[in-house]
C-alpha cells in the first residue's frame, strides 16, 4: 500500500486477512450488483480498482449503496479488496495499459513518486558476505532503473564489539572486545519490501545483533509514480487522434 495516494483507501476493505479464498470476481467498481453477481457465481472475493469506501462510515444502515455494498458483501462473507492508485502509480498499471491501447512508444511515468526509495546499510563479516548480498538481492534490493539489478556498494573496514554476558555471540568470548574484518554492504530498494527484506537479512546475517542502518532518499524512481507519457509511432492530426 506504500504506493497509494494520501486520499486513497486502497487494500482490503471488508473482509478477514485469514479467509481461504476460493473463487475471485474482478471489476472496476464494487457495487450491489457485482455483490450480487459475486454470490451467483460463488466468489468470496472481489477485487475491485476503485474503493467502495473512500472514507469513514460511522453508521451501516443501508441509506446508501455504499453502505448496502458493504452489508450484502458481510452478510455472504465476501470480502472486498481495492487496488486503485498503487495500480495507477506504476509501470504496467492503468495508465500503462492506456498507453498500450492509444499505440504510444516510448512511455514514461509522467511524474515520479517522491518518499518511496531507501538504502540499507548492513555490516557482514567477510565470511558471509555473498549469503548476505545474495539475500538481499533475492528479497527484491538493488535495483536502479529499468535495466539494472544486483547493485551494490561494498567497502572494507573492521568492526569492534563486546559480548555482555547472557549473550551467544557468533565470533569472540563474554566480556572481551572483539575487532572483525567486515564488509559494509549498501543496497536500494523500495519502501514496500522493506519487511521482506529485513526477514532477509535476519535470516542470513550470521550475528546474533546485526549491525545494519535505513536511510530515506531523496532519488526517484523511473518505475514509480503518476501519469504515462509518450509518442505516437507517427504523427497524426489532433482530431483523428
Known amino acids: 500500500m506504500d504506493l497509494q495516494e494520501s486520499y486513497d483507501n486502497a487494500g482490503l476493505i471488508v473482509g ?24 451467483e457465481k460463488g466468489c468470496n472475493l472481489i477485487i475491485s480498482h476503485h474503493p467502495i469506501v473512500f472514507k469513514g462510515l460511522k453508521k451501516f ?3 446508501n ?15 472486498l479488496y481495492a487496488i486503485h492508485t ?36 548492513v555490516f557482514v563479516p567477510r565470511s558471509h558476505v555473498e549469503e548476505v548480498r545474495t539475500a538481499l538481492f533475492d528479497a527484491g534490493a538493488g535495483q536502479i532503473g529499468k535495466h539494472y539489478d544486483q547493485c551494490s556498494f561494498n567497502t572494507a573496514g573492521y568492526g569492534s564489539f563486546r559480548p555482555l554476558a547472557g549473550s551467544e555471540p557468533t565470533i569472540g568470548e563474554i566480556g572481551t572486545q572483539e575487532r572483525v574484518e567486515e564488509t559494509r554492504i549498501e543496497v536500494i530498494y523500495t519502501r514496500s519490501i522493506e519487511r521482506k527484506l529485513l526477514l532477509a537479512l535476519y ?37 483523428d487522434f
Do not use: W
Open 16 to 39: 478477514n486477512a485469514n479467509q481461504e479464498i476460493t473463487k475471485i470476481l474482478i471489476s472496476l467498481d464494487c457495487t450491489e450488483e457485482v455483490v450480487q453477481e459475486a454470490i
Open 61 to 63: 444502515n443501508g441509506k
Open 65 to 79: 449503496y455504499v453502505e448496502r455494498t458493504v452489508i450484502k458483501a458481510i452478510e455472504n462473507k465476501i470480502a
Open 86 to 121: 498503487n495500480l495507477d502509480n506504476v509501470t504496467g498499471g492503468v495508465n500503462s495499459k492506456i498507453a498500450d491501447k492509444l499505440g504510444l512508444v516510448n512511455q514514461a511515468i509522467l511524474e515520479s513518486k517522491p518518499n518511496v526509495l531507501r538504502k540499507m546499510v
Open 203 to 239: 535470516e542470513a546475517h550470521p550475528y546474533e545483533e546485526v549491525a545494519y542502518d535505513l536511510f530515506d532518499l531523496q532519488n526517484t524512481t523511473v518505475e514509480i509514480g503518476a501519469g504515462m507519457i509518450g509518442n505516437l509511432p507517427e504523427p497524426m492530426d489532433e482530431r
